[in-house]
């Protein structure tokens, strides 16, 4: 059985000196998980760019591997503001955030840029986590439909490789509550069956984002693969819930 894995993105809510401290608590807490210790659940931390070397640093020793939040469509070149996913491998990132719904609706990215991403980021070793959800709430059939078509898009002609897909409805992002089980078993089970079927795609893992938090891998036990979290996670002690949640998971 595939290990669990636990991911979290700080966004653009921190401060630099915020940031250092929550990785500071956050090593201390996950350096003592015995579980994440040991691999039965494998943690990354998507921190922004600028917050990237604090990270690795606060993390050196510990087996919590850092992502970064985007990556360039792009390699080395006349690409002001960009940062190349050589760059970020070469910097120890290991996981990249691509496709998330607010990039989508405040960059106006496209699926032809998220499949640009991806094949940079599979193209230097680095696991993109690839964000999918359908923007409305109109059942399982839709969502299947919507999700399936995003999924292939964005690993349309991508160098073999791992992915993580974070299955993140639009319309639960931000919400009180995180989509009902029901619905995310449904789905995630799809999304799992097409990548079984790529031999491209080993190793690669279903999480869910939208809303998750503390609570919810109790109830969704390993009908995922895990869960992406936000701002649930800012309190590093909601943080080492969910990976006590996950521990108990990954033994059920």
């Given at each position: 059985m595939a290990r669990l894995i636990v991911g979290v993105s700080l966004k653009a809510y921190f401060s630099?000196?915020?940031?250092?401290?929550?990785?500071?608590?956050?090593?201390?807490?996950?350096?003592?998980?015995?579980?994440?210790?040991?691999?039965?659940?494998?943690?990354?931390?998507?921190?922004?760019?600028?917050?990237?070397?604090?990270?690795?640093?606060?993390?050196?020793?510990?087996?919590?591997?850092?992502?970064?939040?985007?990556?360039?469509?792009?390699?080395?070149?006349?690409?002001?503001?960009e940062v190349s996913a050589l760059d970020l491998a070469e910097s120890g990132v290991r996981f990249a955030e691509i496709g998330h719904a607010e990039r989508r609706r405040l960059f106006n990215e496209t699926d032809a840029v998220v499949a640009a991403k991806t094949s940079a980021a599979l193209a230097e070793g680095i696991v993109p986590v690839l964000c999918l959800g359908e923007t409305v709430a109109d059942g399982v059939a839709s969502a299947v439909e919507d999700v399936i078509s995003q999924l292939g898009g964005a690993l349309r002609n991508a160098p073999a490789g791992r992915v993580v897909v974070a299955y993140e409805p639009v319309w639960a992002i931000g919400a009180a509550e995180p989509a009902p089980v029901e619905h995310i078993t449904a789905v995630t089970r799809e999304i799992r069956t097409r990548l079984a079927d790529d031999p491209k795609r080993a190793g690669s893992s279903v999480i869910y984002g939208g809303s998750a938090g503390p609570g919810l891998l109790t109830v969704l036990g390993r009908n995922a693969d895990g869960v992406f979290l936000g701002r649930f996670a800012h309190d590093p002690a909601a943080f080492a819930a969910v990976l006590d949640e996950a521990a108990a998971a990954a033994v059920s």
């Open positions: 630099r000196s915020q940031a250092r401290e929550w990785f500071a608590q956050v090593a201390e807490r996950v350096g003592a998980h015995e579980s994440v210790r040991s691999g039965d659940i494998e943690v990354f931390v998507a921190p922004s760019y600028l917050h990237v070397d604090d990270a690795l640093r606060a993390f050196e020793g510990t087996p919590v591997r850092v992502a970064a939040q985007d990556v360039s469509a792009y390699g080395r070149g006349a690409y002001t503001g």
